[in-house]
C-alpha cells in the first residue's frame, strides 16, 4: 500500500474511534499505520522540513513537551502528541493529524525512547530525570538508563542533548559528547535537607560509592559528587538561579542560559516544575530559540491537563494533582502544604496498566506532612483500601479515613466536604486523572482531553 | 513489670527496599503499639555487626539487581552471626531480594553460583522472564487453619526448594517460587521467607501478627496470643488483593 493511502486509512480510523466515544482517537490511528507499515513512522518524520524533537523523562514529559511547544507554536507549525500519547503509535498518530507540520515535538515514554529516537532520527532531544516508576512495567532503573545511554549514542552525531545532569543517570549520558546542553538547578536555598527515603540512584555510577550532595532539589536530583572516585555533576550551561516559590500560584527564577540571564516567572507550582521549565528553556534553545521567546513563553504556559489543573464545579474549585510515583508524589505533597495544608483530600489510587499494577510505591510516597491539617481524606479507586491502610499506619486516625471507591461518588463527597468558595485538591494516578476528567467532562466543566489538545 | 517489647533489628534499609519495605515496619511497630507492647526498631548497615542475642526479630528486604549484589558479600560475612541469631530464638522475615539472600546460592545467568547465607534449604536460578504479577497464596502455619495470603512479586530468579522443606504456602494464584512448583516461599521454623511484597504486612494482619508472635516467642518461650485488632480495612484490602490475583495474576509478560 502507499504511503497516502495508509494515512487515510489511519486518520478514518482515528476519527470512527472519537466518533463512537471510545476516547479520542489519539493512538489509534498510530496502531494502524504500525501494523500496515512498520517502516512508516521514521518515513512521515523524514517529510518534517525541521525535523524533530523528543522529550523523555519519569517526570514532567508532558509539562516540558507543553512548555515548548508554548515557546515555539507561536512561529512554527507543530506535529506535538498534546495529550499524552507516548508511545509509538502516539507519536505516529500525532504525525497524521498534523501534516503541515514544520516541526515534530514529542514527548516519549521512558521505556519508548530508544525505539522512537531509532526511528525518527531526531535533530534534538530532550532527557528530564529517571525515577523509579513501575517496577512492574519497566523492569528497573539501571535497565532503563542503560537502554537510554545505548539510544543516545546512536543519535546522529550532528542532534543536540539536552540533559538534566543533576540527575547522575543522565549526566552518565551525555559524558563525553560534543552536542550536549547541560541543565539543572543552582539554589541551595530551595534544597531539601537531605535525600528522601528510599531516593532512587543514590550510588555512583561509576565506582557505586552513596553520592555526596551539597544541595538535593528533587529525589535524587541536585549538585551531586562521589566521594569514592571524585566523579560529580558537570557545568551548568542553563540554569535556574534565585528560585522563588510561591505555594500553589507559580515560581520565579533566573534562567541562565549561554545567550544571557532572564528573570521568569511560571504559573506552575514546586520546585519540580522549575526543573519542567529549564528544561524546556533547554531544548528550545537548541531548537533556535531566543532567551526573549524563552521567557514569553513560560510566561504565558498554563498548566498541562490534570498535572495542576484547576476545574470550577459551581461555587466550588478542584484543583487535581497528577500523582503516580514516590518521586512525584513526594513533590506534590510538599508544594501543597507549602500552600497552606488542606483540610480535605481526595486521594484516587488505581492499579491499571498505566498506573502500575504494584501498588506498593504508596508506601514510600511521604504523604505525613499532608496528614497534620487533615480532617478528612476521601481514598477512592480500585486501590482505595490500600490508600487507607497507609494512611492508616501513617498515624492517620482511621475515623478521618472514607473509603469511596467509585471515582465519581468520591469526588461529590469531596466536594460536599469541602465549603463554598473553597476548593479541593484531588491527587489521583494517571487512568484515575483521565476518568475524573471524563466526569468534569461530562458535567460540561471541562473539554474532553482531545479537545482541549485541538 | 517490665513493659514487653520487641527489638527489630533491619537488615541494609538503605539498600534493600525497594518495595516498600518500610510499610512492613510501620505495620509492625503499630500493632506492637496498639496492644501496649514497645518496638525498637535498630537498622543494620553495610558495616555494622550483627550482635546474635540483641534481636527477637530480623527483617531483609528487596533491592534492585545493582543493591542486591552491594549488600551479598557484607550479608555473607555477616551470615555466622545470623545463623547464631537465630539459633537464639531470633525470628527473620525475609522479603524478595532477601529471600533468595537466605538460600544456600543463587546462580545467576552465567551459571556462577553466589554463596547465600544458608539459613533455608533453598536454591535459586535466575530466569530469563520476571515472573510479575498479583499473588494468592493459601497458609496453614497453624495445621487445620488455613489463611490467605494475598501479595504482588517480580522476580526473575526461580527459587527451588530441598526435598523436604516447608513452603510458605499454596500458591492459589500467580507464580510462586518457580512457577511450576505450585508453592511460594520457605518456612524454617522462626524464619520465613517469600516473594510477597506489596508491601506483605499491611494487607495481611494476621501474619503481621504471627510475625509478631514469633518474635516475642524469643523472650516468651512461645509464640503468644495476641490480642484481635479492628482489622475491617485490613481485611478489605486483603479480599481486594485476592480478587485482583484470581483475575489477573501469574502470567508471564
Sequence with gaps: MRLGLEIAVARAAGRLSRLAGRGGGTTLPGKILATIDPAALGALAGRLPLGSALVSATNGKTTTAAIVAEILGGRIRLAHNRAGANLVSGVASALLSQRDAELGLFEVDEGAFPDVARRVQPQAVCLGNLFRDQLDRYGELELIAERWRAAAAELPPDAWVAANVDDPLVAAIVRGRERALCFGLDDPRVAREGLPHAADSKYCVVCGTPNAYAAAYVGHLGDWRCPGCGLERPPLDVAAHDIELDGLSGAAFDLATPQGTRRVEVALPGLYNVYNAVAAASLALVLGANLAEISAGLGRFRAAFGRFERIQAGDRGVLLLLVKNPAGANEVVRTIVSGGAPRVVVIALNDDIADGRDVSWIWDVDYEPLLEGLERVVVTGSRAQELALRLKYGGLDPSAIEVVPALEEALDRGLSLTSPGGELVVLPTYTAMLALRGIAAGRGLVRQYWEAAA | ?253
Design chain 2, 1 to 253: 513489670m517490665k513493659k514487653l517489647e520487641v527489638v527489630v533489628g533491619h537488615l541494609y534499609p538503605d539498600y534493600l527496599n525497594i518495595y516498600a519495605d518500610r510499610g512492613n515496619m510501620a505495620v509492625l511497630e503499630r500493632r506492637a503499639a496498639w496492644r501496649g507492647i514497645g518496638f525498637d526498631y535498630r537498622g543494620i548497615g553495610m558495616d555494622d555487626p550483627l550482635v546474635p542475642g540483641e534481636h527477637d526479630l530480623l527483617y531483609i528486604g528487596g533491592g534492585q539487581d545493582r543493591e542486591q549484589a552491594l549488600v551479598a558479600a557484607d550479608l555473607a560475612e555477616k551470615g555466622e552471626a545470623l545463623r547464631e541469631a537465630v539459633a537464639g530464638g531470633a525470628a527473620v522475615l525475609a522479603v524478595c531480594g532477601g529471600y533468595q539472600l537466605l538460600g544456600r546460592f543463587y546462580r545467576d545467568r552465567s551459571g556462577t553460583d553466589l554463596p547465600g547465607v544458608g539459613l533455608l534449604p533453598l536454591h535459586t536460578v535466575a530466569g530469563e522472564r520476571r515472573m510479575i504479577g498479583d499473588v494468592l497464596l493459601e497458609c496453614e502455619l497453624a495445621p487445620g487453619s488455613p489463611r490467605p495470603l494475598a501479595g504482588f512479586e517480580n522476580h526473575a530468579g526461580r527459587t527451588i526448594l530441598d526435598e523436604g522443606a516447608q513452603p510458605l504456602g499454596r500458591v492459589v494464584a500467580g507464580f510462586g517460587n518457580d512457577g511450576q512448583s505450585g508453592y511460594e516461599g520457605c518456612r524454617a521454623g522462626r524464619v520465613v521467607g517469600t516473594y510477597l511484597h506489596g508491601p506483605l504486612l499491611p494487607r495481611n494482619a494476621w501474619f503481621a501478627d504471627w510475625v509478631l508472635a514469633q518474635a516475642l516467642a524469643r523472650r516468651l518461650g512461645e509464640p503468644p496470643e495476641l490480642e484481635p485488632l479492628p482489622d475491617a480495612l485490613e481485611d478489605s484490602a486483603q479480599q481486594v488483593s485476592a480478587a485482583r490475583a484470581r483475575a489477573r495474576g501469574g502470567r508471564y509478560s
